[in-house]
Every structure is written in structure tokens, then in C-alpha cells.
């Protein structure tokens, strides 16, 4: 099961991976191995629900552990 710092971990990388786009993303948090992120652009949201599970490796991967499974945007 993943640590609390897992978790800050993957959030702090999150403007790392996202790059720019990030600016247009609030409110993350984890609940139930899922990542839940806020939207502000309905073209990115899009974009980014097609690369959902490369997004899950990559955070993952960061972190060194299994954090999230899965992304849901809204």
C-alpha cells in the first residue's frame, strides 16, 4: 500500500511530467490508488484521457512505486 510520501511525491511530480499543461490542472489529490485532477480545458482533457495510462506509468515510476492505478479527470 502506498506511504503518505509516496503520494506527496507523485503530486510534486506531477507539474514535472505535465509540463506546461499543468497550469491548467488544480485540486489533485489521491483517493483509492486514483488520482483525481481538476480541469480547466476541455481540449486538454481530451488529450490527456488518451494518454491516461502512459500519465499512470510515468507518475509511478517517478515515485518508485505503484501509487495509482488510475486517473480521472474532471
Known amino acids: 500500500f502506498p506511504t503518505r510520501r509516496s ?5 510534486d511530480a506531477w ?3 505535465l509540463g506546461p499543461a499543468a497550469a491548467y ?3 489533485l489529490y489521491i483517493r483509492n490508488q ?8 476541455a481540449a486538454l482533457r481530451q488529450e490527456l484521457m ?3 495510462e502512459v500519465l499512470v506509468r510515468t507518475l ?9 492505478t488510475n486517473i480521472i479527470f474532471r
Open 25 to 27: 490542472t488544480s485540486n
Open 34 to 41: 486514483t488520482l483525481y485532477v481538476h480541469l480547466t480545458s
Open 50 to 52: 488518451m494518454g491516461r
Open 15 to 17: 507539474p514535472q511530467v
Open 7 to 11: 503520494s506527496d511525491l507523485l503530486l
Open 60 to 68: 509511478n515510476q517517478r515515485v518508485g512505486a505503484m501509487v495509482i
